[in-house]
């Protein structure tokens, strides 16, 4: 039977209109003014907004980091249901190959993962760990598969890869019009910066922001930029968390550069002193890169507000505190790096960008949803609701308030950055094709989620 949403208001990236919605099966049907029943069930959504349902395209749902196989706290099951309970239907999770394995094998176990256990819908950027014959070959195959996007480091010993490496990968995604997204911050620096604190007995939280400066992450954006200027292969920084990296990309950009950029919740409403909490829960906040200095979180939020900034997301990697943050307690470049997020994203940048008129809800769209779609091969399938597109409808009422907390929280992790901040406005009801998953922050309907197949499109 189909479903007529009706006396809502329609949000898009660019407007909003009072209209009534009609879902059949998957689809949205109708979308017009006082549309008649027609023997559709009728959902009374006046007061709410109707948004396009929210795409995190930066998630690790479920990451083995390799350091005594310690795996996340969430899995594909915990991390979608709390995604799509406060609005999220749809995430890219970072799909990471172990070291000698094939891409092909690693998208095997990222489905094996992810079908029939997710609560949202998925799709995977592929992570390119190493560089060879094989790895190159298979590049065209995965694009073929469905998965049109693909993920380097710059950091991380047992992840990264050279730069004449990533040069060449580039140019083989690049004949596809495929998209790469980088991790940028100079490994060698991080680690010299990180032996130097060590070797002077600096062991606390602490110093994990001081072996990760704005330097680190700046020169490795300007490398990146200036290897993808040789490959003419578009740009796409994940995590921009300063104000020297986005100097490097209006450089860029001045000189015709195409140039993404996603910046994350935890750099726009936390910030670096929290490392120095007591009883070790600055751990809590280790993260790479780390949260910033207040003067950065001015110019990221600066970047949101004039475009600078195109996308969101949350690079959701959660480790609980006890047992896993505590194993860096005499060290801390031993912590687990990561936060929780996937959750409470869409209620954070209601607060602090919409209510506090920062951005318009218009522009939240855009940077939740519609732009993460275009630039991922979601588009129009997801990322706006007209006809035609699959009903991942969210009715946000704006007028509600709440709490975060780690004790009603749905991830499955012991605490979250983001203990006591208030929220206004959440997600009533979530609908995931057409069926509605989630109501008043819970799901109702749970391991709804499909594999979402992209095709290249060549608007990027
Ligand atoms: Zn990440």
Request: charged residues 20%.
């Amino acid at each position: 039977m189909s479903i007529l949403l009706k006396g809502g208001i329609v949000v898009s990236a660019k407007k909003r209109r009072q209209v009534d919605v009609r879902i059949d099966g998957e689809k949205i049907v109708e979308i017009g003014t006082n549309l008649k029943e027609n023997g559709s069930n009728v959902e009374d959504v006046s007061g709410c907004f109707l948004l396009p349902g929210f795409i995190d395209a930066h998630t690790h749902l479920e990451l083995n980091n390799g350091k005594g196989s310690m795996s996340t706290a969430d899995n594909f099951n915990t991390g979608s249901k709390a995604a799509v309970a406060k609005g999220t239907t749809t995430v890219i999770d970072m799909a990471t190959p172990s070291k000698g394995s094939s891409l092909k094998d690693c998208l095997v176990s990222w489905n094996q993962l992810a079908q029939g256990n997710s609560s949202c819908d998925y799709t995977y950027h592929m992570s390119i760990i190493e560089w060879n014959s094989t790895i190159k070959k298979e590049i065209k195959e995965i694009i073929n598969a469905g998965i049109t996007s693909f993920k380097m480091y710059m950091a991380y010993d047992n992840l990264r890869t050279t730069d004449g490496e990533i040069f060449e990968a580039m140019s083989e995604i690049g004949q596809f019009h495929g998209m790469l997204g980088i991790h940028c911050e100079n490994g060698d620096m991080v680690n010299e910066m990180i032996a130097k604190f060590v070797e002077k007995g600096n062991l606390a939280p602490h110093y994990h922001p001081l072996t990760r400066p704005d330097s680190v992450e700046a020169e490795a954006v300007e490398r990146y930029l200036m290897i993808a200027d040789l490959a003419k292969l578009p740009v796409n920084i994940v995590h921009l968390s300063t104000k020297r990296s986005l100097e490097a990309v209006e450089r860029a950009r001045i000189r015709n550069q195409k140039v993404y950029v996603e910046t994350c919740p935890q750099y726009l409403v936390l910030d670096d002193h929290l490392y120095d909490e007591p009883n070790f829960e600055g751990a809590k906040y280790v993260c790479s890169p780390p949260l910033r200095s207040f003067n950065d979180q001015q110019a990221l939020w600066n970047g949101v507000i004039n475009g600078q900034i195109n996308t969101i997301s949350t690079d959701h990697c959660s480790f609980n505190f006890e047992g896993q943050k505590t194993i860096g307690k005499n060290d801390f470049s031993k912590i687990p790096n990561g936060m929780p997020g996937v959750e409470t994203r869409p209620e954070l940048i209601y607060t602090y960008g919409v209510t506090t008129g920062k951005i318009s809800l218009e522009r939240m769209i855009g940077l939740l949803s519609e732009d993460i779609a275009r630039q991922f091969d979601l588009f129009p399938q997801k990322g706006i609701i007209q006809v035609g597109s699959d009903a991942d409808i969210v009715v946000w009422d704006p007028l509600t308030i709440g709490v975060i907390s780690a004790t009603t929280q749905l991830q499955n992790v012991d605490y979250t950055p983001y203990e006591g901040m208030q929220t206004k406005g959440s997600a009533r009801a979530v609908y995931l094709r057409g069926q509605k998953v989630a109501e008043n922050g819970k799901v109702i309907a749970e391991n709804q989620g499909a594999f979402i197949f992209r095709k290249i499109s060549t608007s990027h």
